[in-house]
C-alpha cells in the first residue's frame, strides 16, 4: 500500500539510530487520498520502536 514504505523507512532511521522511538503519523487531505490509496481518508498513527527477542 502507500504507507509500508514510509513505515519501513521510519523504523531503518531508528534501527540506524537516526530517529527515536516515537508515534509517525501518515495523513493525506481528501483530495490527494484517493490518489495514494488511503480511499477512506483519514490519518493512521502508528509507535514505531526496537523489539529485541
Known sequence: GC???AVVTEA???LH???EPG???F???DDEAF???LTCGG???LFIE???W
Request: proline residues 0%; aromatic residues 8%.
Open 3 to 5: 504507507v509500508e514504505g
Open 12 to 14: 531503518l532511521s531508528l
Open 50 to 52: 526496537e523489539f529485541n
Open 35 to 37: 490518489a495514494v490509496g
Open 27 to 29: 495523513g493525506y487531505s
Open 23 to 25: 508515534i509517525v503519523t
Open 43 to 45: 490519518t493512521i498513527r
Open 17 to 19: 539510530g537516526e530517529r
